[in-house]
């Protein structure tokens, strides 16, 4: 059981490269997250998605793009890297549909993306 | 806006202490609260999650209380282990909108042999 996998793990980009962040969790969960996690700033919620073909902005949004047209995978993109984008990126999901409702806020990890933009 | 704060921000003590960290949060109306764990280089893995209308959870050698009244959560371990080592993460659901976690930024903990 593989949970959230995230790929790639490490990648170096150059200011104004695009890119692309996979996750892919084999829950089927309905909820999906990207998060990114910088020093002295914790975690910040990039955009979320509460099921296949939805997704919402979260805190700090701007700069990324993201897309849902499989339950199981959640994308996040870059659209034209800049030095502050980077950081470590987590995606998570949560609840199980036939789950209960109380477990959803339970979220599954993966184990993250470092992004240097030079 | 909700805010959450974890003191102390690191905790260094000898293996086998019993210890608290502190989480607090500004808005009373929460859903739940939870506590999660990060090993260095790796992902959050959930510990326990307590309902807003709960007062504590428990799960082996960790002990987590809720007092939505005070906004405080503890997170309580017990004999700790080199192996609990890791920084420890508060986060709480909205009652208004318990789609998403408003995080703390987790207490490092060293527990030393």
Sequence with gaps: NAGVTQTPKFRVLKTGQSMTLLCAQDMNHEYMYWYRQDPGMGLRLIHYSVGEGTTAKGEVPDGYNVSRLKKQN?????????????SVYFCASSYPRLGSP????IQY???????SVL | KQ????IPAALSVPEGENLVLNCSFTDSAIYNLQWFRQDPGKGLTSL????????????GRLNA????SSGRSTLYIAASQPGD?????????????????????????????
């Design chain 1, 74 to 86: 959640f994308l996040l993109g870059l659209e034209s890297a800049a030095p502050s984008q980077t």
């Design chain 2, 85 to 113: 080592s890791a920084t420890y993460l508060c986060a709480v659901a909205n009652a208004g909108n318990n789609r998403k976690l408003i995080w703390g930024l987790g207490t490092s903990l060293a527990v030393n042999p």
């Design chain 1, 102 to 105: 109380l477990a959803k806020n």
């Design chain 2, 3 to 6: 805010e959450v704060t974890q």
């Design chain 2, 48 to 59: 326990l999650l307590i309902q807003s209308s709960q007062r504590e959870q428990t799960s």
């Design chain 1, 109 to 115: 990890f993966g184990a993250g993306t470092r992004l």
């Design chain 2, 65 to 68: 209380s809720l007092d939505k």
